[in-house]
């Protein structure tokens, strides 16, 4: 068994409260000798910048570089509202993004079957959902150059952003899509705005043309992004995975996050390109902030930031049989009612940060045997 390397950066406020939690999960896999896992620790986002004044430093970059997988919490707070904007805690992790070339971003939308009732949506609509968002992350209107604001002669100001796709950026975002749908249902909705912008008739283009050369065995549709906000709401069940465009993921994913039920129930894996001694960079992180509202209190929800963990053994590691466990373990965790506050069920008290942990680890025990 190859030793895994992991940097750990467990961020700010909630970020090393759930983190501790997902590192007993991996802890328990190294004890049982399911696993071999090595860690390094980093500082990011506003506790990097207390220590070293920049939310990200150099050393922490070259640790990611050296590591098989990074394992990330949440960053930011109130703390750090007055810092300057490119030494805010958000900053280290758009670098670090960046720096690791993550260009592609999953998220599963995925419904338990105990809390099916949290969703805003009728229980109908959402039982059994599984969804998964392929986003681009690296391009489009968020790095897109010209970009910038400026002062209008009649005292107004003009704010402008560009937002521009090359076919190399859609292809390689497009793999990624087409490879995941092959192990699911073997559905990509490809989503874009080719109505009214041009870098969506190329990104159009560029998604048929690949599917029709190399995944003739993938169900490629096409859709406007305002028909699948509307379709998410409607019928979310329609969707097996959606592949879209950096600005256009960012809205879509939250919009399905929130039919699961809770910001504290989503993780997220992001990957750059396989480099040519094979290895991937990976980062794997919760959907949800850093919740300064609830930090220090033992409250937050660890399950975001534990099925982070089993998305890094899934799809880092190819550890299919420990990724099943930790989810299996979280799932009979749910249906025995055992719920932090943000998810509480009606009469059931909630449990603390640790004690969902504790529930976690049991149920691996168990299901182990
Ligand atoms: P948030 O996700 O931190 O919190 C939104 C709400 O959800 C809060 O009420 C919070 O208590 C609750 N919540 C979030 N995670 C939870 C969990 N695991 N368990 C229980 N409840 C949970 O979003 P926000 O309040 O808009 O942002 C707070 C800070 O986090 C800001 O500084 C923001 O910039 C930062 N942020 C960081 C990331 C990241 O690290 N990737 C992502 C989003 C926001």
């Not at 025995?336 to 998810?343: E, S, V």
């Amino acid at each position: 068994m190859t030793t895994k390397k992991i940097l750990v950066l467990a961020g700010d406020c909630i970020g090393p409260e759930v983190m501790v939690q997902a590192r007993r999960v991996l802890d328990w896999l190294n004890k049982t000798g399911a696993a071999s896992f090595e860690f390094e620790e980093g500082l990011v986002g506003g506790a990097s910048y207390d220590a070293h004044g920049t939310p990200l430093t150099e050393d922490t970059i070259k640790l990611a570089h050296a590591s098989d997988a990074v394992l990330f919490g949440s960053i930011g707070g109130p703390k750090w509202d007055g810092v300057d904007y490119d030494l805010r805690p958000e900053n280290g992790l758009l670098r670090l993004r960046k720096a690791m070339g993550l260009f592609a971003n999953l998220r599963p939308a995925i419904v338990f079957d105990a809390l099916a009732g949290a969703s805003s949506l009728k229980n109908e609509l959402v039982q059994g959902l599984d969804i998964m968002i392929v986003r681009e992350l690296i391009g489009g209107i968020y790095f897109g150059e010209p970009r910038g604001i400026e002062e209008l002669p009649d005292g107004g100001q003009r704010g402008y952003n560009t937002q521009a796709y090359a076919t190399d950026e859609i292809l390689r975002i497009a793999h990624v899509a087409f490879d995941l749908a092959r192990k699911r249902d073997s559905r990509v909705c490809s989503v874009d705005k080719a109505n009214v912008m041009e870098s969506g008739v190329v990104w159009r283009d560029v998604t048929t043309t690949l599917r029709d050369e190399s995944y003739t065995d993938v169900e490629l549709s096409h859709m406007f992004v305002d028909n699948c906000a509307m379709q998410l709401v409607r019928t979310p069940k329609q969707f097996d995975v959606i592949l879209t465009d950096n600005l256009f993921g960012d809205i879509l994913s939250d919009l399905a996050a929130m039919l699961t039920g809770s910001l504290g129930m989503l993780p997220s894996a992001s990957f750059g390109a396989v480099a040519e001694d094979g290895r991937q960079p990976g980062l794997y992180e919760p959907v949800h902030g850093s919740a300064p509202d609830i930090a220090g209190q033992n409250l937050g929800n660890p399950l975001a930031q534990i099925l982070s963990t089993s998305m890094m053994l899934r799809y880092s590691f190819d550890m299919a049989k420990e990724a099943d466990l930790v989810e299996n373990a979280v799932e009979a965790v749910l249906s025995k009612n055992i719920r932090t506050g943000d998810i509480v069920a009606d009469g059931v008290a909630a449990v603390g940060t640790t004690q969902m942990g504790d529930a976690v680890l049991e149920e691996m025990a168990a299901l182990a045997g």
